[in-house]
């Protein structure tokens, strides 16, 4: 059966927020200083901008974003894509008060194995990152040390936008529905910086800096007064958001550090803006003040970011169901190990679907990790003997708040499955030509010992679907299935014939 979404299921939980949290280690965002210096000059423009012409309509927009999915070489310690589906489905959460929508540029993720991108990064942003970039989307990428060129501000930097590059690098412990790095970061992208705006590097502290707080901030921004009569030549500029010096401390997302402003004055900020650094609050709190918002919207619709805005209205129709995996499960025992063919039902809306596999059910160790554009998929990574559990995600790339299906379940046999494997429903078969040249038709031919039924399947050298048959009733004698080479490019290619009892595979070369 097909499992029904219930809008509780579609809710994000609330959690406690992972932005900044000030603990032993200090985290911080790496987005401040000469690095910022060009996004405060937009934020400028649009402030000017906002002044002379009334609020624009505010008719949703989507804008494409790009992943890019950083590990070692060999492939090891990437961000999970199911990790990255809820944090997309939290940011549109968190950028629907502005009608602003992000979907997945092409509905895919982009892969990167390279081990320096993913522990140096700084080291290869003109080359591999500059490579990767995709310049119609904005880009995100994921890496294991997301410390920006020159140093973070100490501690460890979760992320950060860098104007110069026009992209956000996040670290990948930090992408998920309860992190508020990547709407935090995405502030940044539409020109908005910290409500402590001036001291983003060194925070206030009263035996460092005096009392009360001194006049200019220490990145030469002069500070925010707490009645906000400066607020337009001040602090972040942006007079909805209460001043705010970056106080150090563990303040449980309730300020009680006594502040005092240039004119002895209480300085009261606000912990839940999604721009600032607090600790303690429940991620469903977080939110942009009015005036942020208008800046966000007015950003989007400046001429800098024309590239994110092409028109372009993603797929529409919403998940509200989850697939039922079909098979194998329940415990099935697989006739081989090497050639393991999974079935689930597809849903209506979803596009793609994200399958895991794993020796453990708490899919803690992730064997595996395919995004299918079917609803099959033939692994040939599997171990003989072997428990294994799996699961599917659907998902389109605008709708990515799915969970994923109960687990399914199965055990793979000891037998190897080969194109020359022996099952007593076929005789022999075979594909040609062989190579085949693009534009000619393949011949499967099928010479059957008895009535049985079979799927053909053409998958590329990744494991994709590339073509499928409907179930084939072949009765007992010879039998040629035409598959036509067109849609089909230079390269090599599975062609799989899966009955009952084995699935048989042969080997086909396309050229010119």
């Not at 300020?255 to 469903?284: H, I, K, W």
């Not at 609803?375 to 998902?395: D, E, G, M, Q, S």
Request: net charge negative; glycine share 8%.
């Amino acid at each position: 059966m097909k499992y029904r979404l219930t809008p509780l299921v579609l809710i994000l939980s609330a959690a406690c927020f992972t932005l900044t949290a000030q603990t032993s280690a200090h985290r911080s965002c790496g987005t401040h200083g000469e690095m910022a210096a060009p996004m405060i000059e937009r934020l400028l423009q649009n402030i000017e901008s906002l002044r002379n012409h009334p609020v624009r309509p505010r008719n949703i927009e989507y804008v494409p974003i790009k992943f890019h999915l950083v590990a070692k070489t060999d492939g090891s310690g990437r961000v999970t894509e199911g990790k990255v589906l809820e944090q997309l489905c939290a940011l549109n959460a968190d950028y629907l008060p502005m009608n602003i929508q992000f979907y997945l540029k092409n509905g895919t993720f982009n892969y990167i194995n390279n081990t320096a991108v993913y522990s140096t990064h700084t080291a290869t942003v003109n080359t591999i990152m500059t490579f990767a970039r995709d310049n119609a989307a904005l880009n995100v990428f994921i890496v294991d040390d997301a410390t920006p060129a020159g140093g973070g501000v100490g501690g460890v930097t979760l992320g950060y936008y860098t104007p110069n590059k026009d992209w956000i690098v996040m670290r990948r412990d930090e992408v998920s529905a309860t992190s508020v790095t990547l709407p935090h970061e995405a502030g940044h992208f539409f020109s908005l910086p910290h409500p402590f705006n001036g001291w983003d590097a060194e925070g206030y502290d009263p035996a460092v800096h005096g009392v009360p707080a001194p006049a200019m901030s220490p990145g030469g921004i002069p500070t925010e007064k707490a009645d906000g009569s400066n607020c337009a030549t001040a602090g972040d500029f942006i007079c909805d958001t209460p001043a705010d010096y970056r106080f150090e401390g563990n303040w449980n997302c309730n300020y009680t550090g006594g502040a005092l402003d240039p004119m002895s004055v209480l300085v009261n900020p606000e912990e839940r803006l999604f721009m600032c650094y607090m600790e303690g609050c429940q991620r469903d709190e977080f939110f942009f003040s009015p005036i942020q918002q208008e800046l966000i919207i007015e950003d989007l619709n400046s001429n800098a970011r024309n590239y994110v805005t092409p028109g372009y209205v993603p797929y529409q129709v919403e998940i509200t169901e989850l697939p039922e995996l079909l098979a194998p499960i329940n415990a099935a025992v697989t006739p081989g190990y090497n050639i393991v063919n999974l079935e689930w039902s597809g849903v209506s809306g979803a596009t793609r679907y994200l399958l895991e596999i794993d020796a453990f059910p708490n899919f803690s160790s992730t064997t595996a990790r395919y995004v299918v554009f079917g609803t099959n998929k033939i692994l040939t990574n599997l171990a003989a003997n072997k428990t294994y559990y799996w699961r599917v995600r659907p998902f389109a790339e605008y709708h990515t708040c799915s969970p994923f299906t109960p687990n399914g379940q199965f055990k793979t046999g000891t037998g190897t499955v080969t194109s020359t494997g022996e099952t007593k429903l076929v005789e022999n078969w075979s594909v040609n030509p062989n190579p085949v040249t693009a534009g000619q038709d393949i011949s499967v031919s099928i010479n059957s010992n008895e009535r049985f039924e079979g799927v053909i399947t053409v998958l590329n050298t990744i494991g994709q679907v590339i073509y499928r048959t409907e179930n084939l009733e072949l009765t007992q004698g010879e039998h040629d299935f035409r598959i036509p080479s067109s849609f089909l490019t230079r390269g090599v290619y599975i062609v799989a014939l899966e009955t009952s009892d084995v699935v048989l595979t042969k080997r086909v070369v396309v050229g010119n």
